[in-house]
Structure formats: C-alpha cells, structure tokens
C-alpha cells in the first residue's frame, strides 16, 4: 500500500511528466533458424531430371531468451540473454 501512495505523490507532483520517467520490460522466447540461400539450395541436375522439391522451413528447436524495455516514447533495449541464465534481480541489475 506504501509504494501505491508513493507513485500516486509523485503524479500530483510531476502531473504528465511523471509518465516519462517509467520503464516496463517484458521477456519472451525468440525461435531462431538459418535459412539457405539460393546459392547454397541450388543442384546440379541432368536438364530432363524433375526439380528437387524444397522442404517447407520449420521453427528450429533452437530459442533464445530476449528481454524488452520500452517507455512511453517508445522501445528502449532488447537484450539476448546467455543460455541458463536465470531471470531475477541480478539479471536486471547486470543489464541495466
């Protein structure tokens, strides 16, 4: 309850200009993949062969942990995090 009265002091306070002083974050998973090129998907084949079909790309089993940060005025930082790192104040700290 404290904390709620202290944000609501300073909003009296600043009026609007308390809005630009607030950072939210979010995390999420990004799946990533590595595409052919054309140069490296392309065969030679005899000119009478069938073209060779090409599989459909599929979301790889490889994901990576981002964090977001934005504020009112838009994105601020995305930061991929190390593979086994666990998200919690230090994690925070470290980046910001």
Known sequence: MGFALDILTR????????HDHIVTSD???VYHHTLE???QSMQW???NSPKAKKCKTSISTKKIMASVFWDR????LLEFMPPGTTINDAAYSQTL
């Not at 909003?11 to 308390?18: H, K, L, Q, S």
């Not at 005025?73 to 601020?76: D, K, P, S, V």
């Open 27 to 29: 995390e999420t998973w």
């Open 45 to 47: 084949r005899h000119s």
């Open 73 to 76: 005025q838009g994105f601020l």
């Open 11 to 18: 909003y009296a306070e600043a009026g609007d200009e308390f």
């Open 37 to 39: 090129s054309k140069q």
